[in-house]
């Protein structure tokens, strides 16, 4: 009897049966008692590493321009570290490979049939790209990408709700005019973003002005540098700004500071991610935490399913995360008590 075949037999995962046998920390007492009861009934014996040939499971982390990657430091290493050990705790092997630019480097990266599905890292993947991964002819989950109108299998931050926390406490610091550092970048999450940002504006009656939304580059010196050059002549900005990300938001705090403003005293900002740089930058970020840890279990557990059920129906999670208060915002209303 293999692990998965015990774990079927008593409803567990692999990987749950996988850290009783290893005595790890991870599951609950009455699941662990129950599981080496199975053992016991079963007479199960796991069978020698060296004897047992593995299912392997590939990670393919896709580089349209690799600047999203490179810029957001430990973001999806963080999220494919995860993936990894969870899959290891499954009794899995992995393999992890890099494709750029275009779709044929997923299709033609390695031979499908040695895998028994795929995690793809999906945070560069354009629209012109989601046809041609219907030719993926194993079990796939996209991460960090929902792939809107293809029934792919996907997890993904909340952006809708996470963007609603940011405006929320914005707004509740008195701040009811709020503009927007948009990425120059088609990417999915910030294409979503930006339209969340002006839903969000709407629906809270925030004041939200074309002229408030300024595109720049997403990264660090490009969005300083673009900003300082459209932000040169302003005269009548708002008090807060969103950002598409925190590497946008840190590069605006620092040409806003270079242009002559006070970050919070003058113009509050606003990010998203919570990167390590976040909670040392002058002055330290308030942000939304993106649970990528949360991520890249959900991706291996709907890869798992859809691997172990052949009628599994594609689903798309979405991972809503905290609100990470620190110093970049003013509060309003203390001018008004």
Known sequence: MTIRELAEKIGVSPATISIVLNNKKGVKDETRKMVQDAIKKYNFVPRSRSKQKKDRIIVVEFRKTGSLIEENQGFIASII???????????????????????????QIDDFAKYKGMIL????????IYP??????????????HMLDFSYNSVCM???ENVLILLEYCQKLGHHRIGHFASADDFSNFTERSYYYEYCCKNLNIECRSEDEYTIPATLIGSCEELKELLKNAKDLPDCFFADNDIIALGAIKALKELGYKVPEDISVVGFDDIPYASISQPALTTIHVQKEVMGKQAVHQLLAQINDAEFVPVKSRVTGRLVIRESVKDLTRNQK
């Open 81 to 107: 570290e995860t993936v990894e050990e969870t899959l290891k705790n499954a009794d899995y092997e992995v393999t992890t490979l890099v494709a750029k630019e275009t779709a044929e480097a997923i299709l």
């Open 121 to 128: 890292i999906a945070s560069e993947i354009t629209k012109d």
């Open 132 to 145: 041609s991964l219907r030719d993926i002819t194993i079990p796939f989950v996209s991460v960090d990408n």
């Open 158 to 160: 909340n952006n809708y």
